[in-house]
């Protein structure tokens, strides 16, 4: 028998991770609602930076990502030095997995919270322990309630993906003040900028008012920018120094630093995206409501649908992706009798709309 290498074993305590189709067979152009990429694709200024940035690609980034975390600092109002950029919040995500984790470690994360927790966790060789929900909203008193001498990590997205559940700031102080220093909280504020609610907090707050928070970010949802792969993280400077010694030397490339200095720059995109998500997502939900249907309250730019079994939930998919359109199956997640529908534009909402309630008339 011949012998072949052997990865680690934790490597095969995890399935590929498989992201939002994109394709349907015989469909030129599917309405993907698959990702929640965002309803207005990159701002034009991102497109122009990135083909401008093309004539100096014989020349290596700056691997500190200086001049973007300039520019996020002073959008954002927040000190340059204490932000790490990177290929996508993910990679910032696994980064901290891998610095504060590891074999002997338990990490904490919410029953329907982000799989990227989970898989990376296991991959680091940490034990991943999940909190029961209540209304598919994180419960602070489940997390803590898992909390043992050996927990490093807590994760939370909020807004949540796949469920779109918001904690209020006064929860997230709760978890805080209840978890142990020496625990890390890292809070994926990746919808942040959709949130339309005066008792939010992305996470700055709790990450300067200690050493233990970190905030990660991406560009992938509102500024449409998912396929350069551009994220950022907020964090207490040792932390932010951990960050800097375990990243890649150049984690971010010319093209993308560039489409994200000039997504900062467009003069109100932020505002519009948001805007246009607030009302395009209470449409729908409204519309999807009226056939009967439960639509799960989402701070996000999509709506969790339950469609009350697994069955009924796939034959809505099937006729979905008859009509063209592709959202998200949750049964990884947990939610079988669910799917995820990104906020797209409002001729894209209507599709859905429509195709749902031809669905429910049979
Ligand atoms: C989309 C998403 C991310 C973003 O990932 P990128 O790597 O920045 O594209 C992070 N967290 C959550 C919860 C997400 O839904």
């Not at 910032?92 to 891998?98: A, E, M, R, S, Y």
């Not at 805007?275 to 730019?301: D, F, I, M, W």
């Not at 359109?325 to 079988?336: A, D, E, N, W």
């Amino acid at each position: 028998m011949s012998r072949t290498p052997a990865a680690r074993p934790e490597v095969f305590s995890v399935a590929p991770y498989v992201g939002g189709e994109s394709k349907l067979p015989g469909v030129e152009k599917p309405l993907k609602l698959s990702s929640n990429e965002g309803a207005f694709g990159p701002p034009p200024s991102a497109i122009t930076a990135m083909a401008e940035a093309a004539a100096n690609m014989h020349r290596y980034p700056d691997g500190s990502s200086a001049a973007l975390r300039h520019e996020i600092g002073a959008k954002f109002g927040l000190d340059p030095a204490r932000i790490v950029c990177g290929n996508g919040s993910d990679e910032l995500l696994v980064l901290l997995i891998q610095s504060y984790g590891g074999p002997g470690t338990e990490l904490i994360m919410s029953e329907h919270g982000f799989s990227v927790y989970e898989i990376a966790g296991k991959i680091a060789g940490c034990t991943v322990k999940k909190a029961p929900e209540t209304n598919l909203t994180t419960d602070v008193d489940a997390m803590l309630a898992l909390v043992t001498p050996a927990t490093r990590m807590v994760f939370l997205a909020n807004p949540n993906n796949p469920t779109g559940t918001l904690l209020p700031q006064s929860e997230m102080l709760r978890l805080r003040e209840n978890l142990p220093a020496d625990v890390l909280l890292v809070i994926d504020a990746a919808y942040s900028e959709y949130v339309d609610r005066p008792d939010y907090d992305p996470g700055v707050a709790l990450v300067d008012a200690g050493e233990n928070t970190v905030m990660t970010r991406t560009f992938s949802k509102i500024f449409g920018m998912g396929g350069a792969r551009l994220g950022w993280a907020y964090a207490p400077p040792a932390i932010a120094d951990v960050l800097n010694r375990v990243r890649p030397p150049f984690p971010v490339n010319n093209f993308a630093a560039a489409a994200g200095i000039a997504a900062l720059r467009e003069p109100g995109w932020l505002e519009r995206g948001r805007a246009h998500n607030t009302q395009a997502k209470r449409r729908l939900a409204e519309r999807l409501t009226q056939t009967g249907l439960t639509v799960y309250p989402s701070e996000a730019n999509f709506i969790l649908v339950d469609f009350g079994t697994e069955d009924h939930a796939i034959a809505a998919d099937e006729h979905l992706r008859a009509q063209g359109i592709i959202v998200r199956r949750v049964k990884s997640y947990g939610l079988p009798q669910c799917l995820r529908i990104t906020i797209g534009t409002d001729d894209e909402c209507n599709r859905v709309a429509t195709a749902m309630a031809e669905f429910r008339r049979g």
